[in-house]
């Protein structure tokens, strides 16, 4: 009776990990009736471990058990010993999807301390090195890509292929985390791809919210909205939070996301209208709750970098160190990890910039800042606008040239910056002072300019603020966000969402259909688009 209970365990988890709990609550009844008879400890830890499974899927609605809990089985039987560890499992994935890094260091630790002396374990062992390598890489400390290979061959070798996909998107969040993005995506679709084939709905939830994430960062935000947005109709509730995350950041707003996101939109919100103290007290709650999530905390950071030029994060990863120095000194045109989507979402008008730069002729300083954070400069700072139909070329000269510093830049540089391609004296030389005097002439009395020896510089007379041009969303970008937010759309719908003619949509979705970026759907003379991600399908509702 007991074998034949425990055999039946082994097929049901394996059965769940698939989707299907048709076999579990009556096997759950009987585990339980068998520990209430002989108080079998062994039977008791496959009751929880199949809870585990259930909490994870969301078809029990209970609290899940805690670390604690677990220091009954430190003196039982081996094999009750082994049993713990399983249910563990479940436990320590829910800790992941809810950023708990500080938890999931206790139940990994449990989990070491139930298989010590324990020789001949090998999928319990498996486990634990996964969970042990998740719990590194919230802490910041993420394992070497080598060590990471090297377990994903075990648990082939194991025919483990949910821990074989599990360790797929680590090497693909470790890889992000060294900026290798190309190496970072090629692992996330990879693990896409592996989760359909084997079916495994849990699998596929983590698969596919990692590729979100690479997409976002890699400016593909549309691609990660219409993955993500997939996944918000399928995925059980302990997938909400990783989900709405990525979805805030990808640029989707939403007025009810639960804690944290919901404070991330309350923070933007208080950014905007100037309320400083709010904004001070969510900035503390934000990285509080993040403070054992390492990417959480870059993200949280990433975006304080951008909206409050005044914010040095405590804890730097290399990655956000490195790409916050090119953010603020101007040398890259996009904000710290991937965030400018979010941002972009909170403009008033399309007409608004996305960026922009606030030069303090005081203090000699000159810092990038994104549209939220306009609200958190003194109204009184004055703030040129952006001229409407035009290139932005005198915007984006001026916003180089302050930021630059006293020093300026070369004539070349200035250039290259402006018009995109390199500059020959001898052909440029007429072009480049009109749009020189033009900028001139639309700073005012708010700079002067400088220009000698091969070099301008704007020498600040007064506190402005400038729009960056360099920083914003282009067509096909606006166009394939608008796409990705409503679904199938007409040519002539879209021009109106993004305030584009429609020639110019028409010509921009040509360009995206024919790179893969969207789909054309046909139903009579009605032609519709919509983003589609070459690697992404959709998940079956299990």
Known sequence: MRDSLVARVHECALQAEGGDFRRLPPLLV???????????????????????????????????????????????SRSARRAASLALVPLERMSVLQFDGA???????????????IEHAPEERVHLETAGHWAAFYAGTPAHETELRTLERRCAELAMASLVIELACLRALTAMGEQDLERAVEQARRASRMAR?????????????????????????????????????????????????????????EPNYDVPTGQLNALLDAARQGHRERFDTLQESLLRACVHCAFAQDDVCALLIGIDPGFEPRAFSEALRSQQDAWRAGISEMPPFGIRSACARHRVTSDDAIAFVHA??????????????????DESVPRLPQRPRRRGRAETA?????????????????????????????????TFSVMLHRMTKWLGDHATLQRSQGRVALDCQREVIVPDPRCAQ???????????????????????????????????????????ECTVERSGRVVRYHVEDTTFSEPTLF
């Not at 108080?39 to 058990?65: C, F, K, N, S, Y």
């Not at 938890?103 to 002396?117: D, I, K, W």
């Open 30 to 76: 009987q585990l339980r009736e068998q520990f209430d008879v002989n108080g079998d400890l062994e039977l008791r830890a496959h009751a929880q471990r199949l809870e585990g499974l259930q909490q994870l899927a969301g078809v029990l609605e209970t609290e899940p058990i805690s670390p604690e809990e677990f220091q009954v089985y430190r003196t039982a």
């Open 103 to 117: 938890v999931l260091q206790r139940l990994v630790e449990v989990h070491r301390s139930l298989l010590e002396g």
């Open 197 to 253: 084939t084997e079916s495994k709905p849990q699998s596929e939830y983590l698969a596919n919210v990692v590729l979100a994430r690479l997409r976002r960062m890699s400016e593909r935000p549309h691609l990660a909205t219409r993955i993500l947005g997939a996944l918000r109709a399928t995925a059980p509730p302990a997938w909400h939070a990783w989900i709405d995350w990525e979805r805030f950041f990808a640029g989707v707003l």
């Open 360 to 377: 303090d002729a005081s203090k000699h300083r000159a810092v990038r800042l994104l549209s939220p954070g306009l609200g958190l400069v």
């Open 398 to 430: 001026s916003a180089a040239l302050l930021l630059a510093g006293p020093q300026g830049l070369e004539d070349a540089a200035l250039f290259e910056t402006v018009y995109g391609f390199a500059y020959r004296p001898e052909t440029h030389e007429g």
């Open 474 to 516: 282009n067509d096909e970008d606006r166009i394939a966000a608008a796409m990705a937010h409503a679904g199938p759309m007409r040519a002539g719908d879209i021009a109106q969402q993004v305030e584009l003619p429609l020639r110019t949509v028409q010509r921009a979705l040509s360009r995206l259909s024919s790179e893969g």
